[in-house]
């Protein structure tokens, strides 16, 4: 029998705390992501959700509490208050949901709501009601257009192993901002950004970088 698995560190966790023989493991990477469909609707969504001269910042996925949102809204906060021109051309857009569950795993769906109420409140006490926007589920046919809009993919995770939204942003060649773990480290080793999981002052700097870095 084998093992199959996304990243060398997946595998170097279950050697090391299951004692699987490492024999029995194969790593293969996660592969890149295509989008089902490629019409442009990039001049709907600008309009949809007021991104007109925007530099827009994206986080795409599932609101959970491994995915550091609040990190990125720390960042945020940092970002605009050292640089208050950005605040006028610059807008980090949240496109996601929390994910349904059923049965036991109900629990889950209630901790996330919960972190999901947190996020909301904290984008009120960080006065960030118009720089950041919370946009809920995105259409499948929209997802492509989305993310060729995006200046800046930032996936601020806390603890993962593999994301198929990182494939989606490298489809596209964006650039992207990662936490240095998990399969995100092992994919972005030689292109992308990594910094630092739960570190606001990182994500900010490296946001303001590539936003001012004319080569993206």
């Known amino acids: ?26 790593a293969i990477p ?19 959700f007021g991104l007109k001269d925007k530099n827009l910042i994206l986080y795409f996925g599932y609101i959970h509490t491994d995915k550091g949102i609040n990190y990125l809204l720390e960042a945020s906060k940092i970002l605009f208050e050292e640089n208050p021109n950005l605040r006028y ?7 996601g ?3 349904p569950r059923k049965g036991i795993f109900k629990v889950f769906e209630k901790k996330d709501k919960k972190y999901f109420e947190s996020l909301i409140n904290l984008q009120k ?11 809920g589920f ?15 993919v930032v996936m601020p995770y806390t603890n993962v192993e593999q994301s198929g939204v990182l494939n989606l942003a490298l ?11 998990g399969g995100l480290k092992e994919t972005l080793q030689n ?21 001012l870095d004319k080569q993206y």
């Open 30 to 48: 996660h592969g890149t992501s295509e989008f089902k469909s490629r019409k442009d609707f990039s001049r709907d969504i600008i309009e949809r």
């Open 1 to 26: 029998d084998l093992i199959f698995v996304h990243t060398f560190e997946a595998r170097e966790i279950l050697v090391s705390r299951c004692k699987v023989n490492k024999s029995k493991i194969k």
């Open 171 to 181: 489809a596209v060649h964006k650039p992207v901002i990662a936490s240095n773990i």
């Open 138 to 152: 995105i259409e499948e046919e929209y997802v492509y257009s989305l993310f060729k809009l995006a200046r800046i």
């Open 97 to 99: 949901v929390v994910r």
């Open 125 to 135: 006490q960080l006065n960030l009601d118009h720089s950041v926007k919370f946009v």
């Open 191 to 211: 292109s992308g950004v990594l910094v630092p999981p739960k570190n606001p002052r990182k994500i900010a700097d490296n946001i303001k970088k590539l936003i």
């Open 89 to 95: 051309n610059t807008i980090i857009l949240i496109a």
